[in-house]
């Protein structure tokens, strides 16, 4: 069974590097790649959700934050846990079309962060607009085309990027949960307005 997984990890990997490549391709992923550094991109996209949405994007921002820095804590600790080496130190032939990373591999810390983002302000925009929003989609649709592009240019197996998926999607959950929680105690202790709330959810959807 494993063989067979790690058969299958280097074939798609060879396919995705080597195979299904073209000259734009070449240019877009890795710009898409370097855009999720540090989740730069992420931290953007918060800032304009705050900023933009008034007290639930406010809201739904922190979701996302909380879902960040779990994300990133939890795929750092796996990385020196595992200490898998990247597949250009592996293999032969490898594009290497970005800087080659200092870190370990296994899971892909871009991945982690991009679906834990996602998934987090996905999943408190349903909760406080009873609805998912369309740069919901959107972000969810930016986060695979991140893990896509980590495959592409050449420093991650396809099971670091499973694995940031899930590891990620996990981040969100607890992230949007433990923002609940938080809202939850400001009402218990009468910080919000809930008339006002109520008011603005409703303009919001």
Same mark, same amino acid.
């Given at each position: 069974?494993?063989? /067979?997984? =790690? ?6 990997? /060879? ?6 490549? $073209?000259?734009? %391709? ?12 540090? *989740? ?6 918060? *800032?304009?959700?705050?900023?933009? *949405? ?13 879902? %960040?820095?779990?994300?990133?804590? $939890? $795929?750092?600790?796996?990385?020196? %846990? ?10 032969? !032939?490898?594009? %290497?079309? #970005? $800087? &080659?990373? /200092? ?6 810390? /871009? ?5 834990? =983002?996602? @998934?987090? =302000? #996905?999943? &408190? ?21 991140? @893990? ?7 420093? !991650? ?34 910080? =919000? ?13």
């Amino acid at each position: 069974m494993t063989n /067979h997984l =790690v058969g299958l990890d280097y074939v798609t990997f /060879h396919l995705i590097n080597g195979g299904w490549t $073209s000259p734009l %391709l070449d240019t877009l992923l890795p710009a898409l790649s370097r855009a999720g550094n540090l *989740g730069a991109v992420w931290l953007i996209a918060l *800032g304009a959700i705050a900023a933009f *949405g008034k007290k639930t994007g406010r809201k739904i921002a922190l979701a996302g934050l909380l879902a %960040l820095a779990l994300g990133f804590a $939890s $795929s750092t600790l796996l990385k020196d %846990l595992t200490m898998r080496p990247r597949p250009f130190l592996t293999l032969d !032939h490898v594009r %290497l079309l #970005v $800087s &080659a990373p /200092h870190s370990y591999a296994f899971p892909s810390g /871009h991945t982690t962060s991009s679906f834990a =983002v996602a @998934s987090g =302000v #996905v999943l &408190a925009g349903k909760k406080l607009l009873k609805k998912v929003p369309v740069w919901g989609w959107g972000m969810l649709a930016l986060a695979a085309a991140i @893990s896509y592009s980590r495959l592409y240019v050449g420093i !991650h197996w396809p099971t670091d990027v499973a694995m940031g998926v899930l590891l990620g999607l996990a981040s969100g959950w607890v992230g949007a949960r433990l923002a609940f929680r938080r809202w939850r105690w400001r009402r218990v202790a009468g910080k =919000v307005d809930e008339t006002d709330e109520t008011r603005e959810l409703e303009y919001a959807s």
